[in-house]
């Protein structure tokens, strides 16, 4: 399978029951793919030097999961050994009293890198249109009743995210957003691993461990949400996550093909600089030091 075979842009629907959720026959080829992840990773630190000097378009990297599917871990993995001075991490957990007074965009807007940048989103605007979808949260904002109980709900927040990060595109940003797709079994795994583990303890959730009751309904959510909001601009991934390495691997694999197609540069001497390098030079050669 490519790279191509994971990404929803709008060409072709998501059925979750369609796709896979581990490594496959892929797994006959870990040490080399383990070895393109590491290859993927020198060749992201690279286009990210060259981004962050050029300054002018910005990466997001949205990052959706059940629990236990591993977002915590990849991103550590596979971001953290970029340059930390040109990247951002931001993990949106239950929006605050605050956060709830605004828009629901408002805290995302907030945390958008600078262009230059990439910025890496566990969680994002998509618990919008997923848990608040799920769990009917909707019904309870403090909202006018022609917004909260108006059928198209969902509908319309769809279009607007596709319209907000359409939005960011054409302002300089590009936004790839990744679905870690685990399985049920897997999720369960890593459940008792937390329990039985003393070092995995401050990971246990017992209302993450419920939300297990809703899996066909979380299932129905992604698949609305991925298959309304895949562009060819800001596309979704699905990349199966039961299997760690491998999810690691697609992934480091859409951030070099995404920073690729950027074709970030390094920029040129600025003239005026450029006009003041022969006295410089000559300052230096005539230091003694």
Same mark, same amino acid.
């Given at each position: 399978m490519t790279i191509k075979d994971f990404r929803y842009d709008g060409g072709?629907?998501?059925?979750?029951?369609d796709v896979s959720t581990s490594a496959g026959e892929e797994k006959d080829h870990k040490a080399e793919l383990i070895?393109?992840?590491?290859?993927?990773? /020198?060749?992201?630190? #690279?286009?990210?030097? *060259?981004?962050?000097? &050029?300054?002018?378009?910005?990466?997001?990297i949205a990052i959706q999961?059940? $629990?236990?599917a591993g977002k915590d871990s990849l991103i550590k993995k596979v971001f953290s050994s970029l340059n930390p001075a040109a990247l951002e991490v931001h993990s949106f957990k239950s929006p605050n009293s605050n956060e709830l007074a605004h828009d629901y965009l408002w805290r995302i807007n907030a945390a958008l890198p600078v262009r230059?940048?990439?910025? =890496?989103?566990?969680?994002?605007? !998509?618990?919008? @249109? +997923? @848990?608040?979808? @799920?769990?009917? /949260?909707?019904?309870n904002y403090r909202m006018p009743s022609r917004c909260t109980q108006d059928d198209d709900f969902f509908s319309k927040r769809y279009r607007q995210i596709r319209?907000? #990060?359409?939005? +960011? !595109?054409?302002?300089? !940003?590009? /936004? %790839?957003?990744?679905?870690?797709? @685990?399985?049920?079994? %897997?999720? *369960?795994e890593r459940f008792l691993e937390r329990i039985e583990r003393d070092e995995k303890h401050w990971k246990l959730s017992t209302a993450d461990m419920a939300e297990r009751a809703a899996w066909d309904e979380y299932d129905k959510a992604y698949e609305d949400c991925i298959n309304h909001t895949g562009t060819q601009e800001s596309p979704w991934y699905v990349v199966p996550a039961d299997t *760690?390495? !491998?999810?690691?691997?697609? %992934?480091?694999?859409?951030? =070099? $093909?995404? +920073? &690729?197609?950027?074709?970030?540069?390094?920029?040129?001497? $600025?003239?005026?600089?450029?006009? *003041?390098?022969? %006295? =410089? /030079?000559?300052?230096?050669?005539? $230091?003694?030091?």
């Open positions: 072709k629907k998501l059925n979750l029951k070895h393109c992840t590491e290859a993927n990773i /020198m060749r992201a630190c #690279e286009l990210q030097e *060259k981004l962050y000097a &050029e300054g002018r378009e910005g990466l997001i999961a059940r $629990d236990a230059g940048k990439i910025g =890496v989103f566990n969680r994002s605007q !998509y618990e919008d @249109v +997923l @848990v608040v979808k @799920v769990h009917h /949260m909707e019904k319209n907000w #990060e359409q939005y +960011l !595109y054409e302002n300089g !940003y590009r /936004m %790839v957003k990744l679905f870690l797709n @685990v399985s049920r079994a %897997v999720q *369960k *760690k390495w !491998y999810t690691r691997y697609l %992934v480091s694999q859409i951030l =070099v $093909d995404t +920073l &690729e197609e950027m074709h970030p540069e390094y920029p040129g001497l $600025d003239p005026e600089e450029a006009a *003041k390098i022969p %006295v =410089v /030079m000559q300052q230096l050669e005539e $230091d003694g030091d």
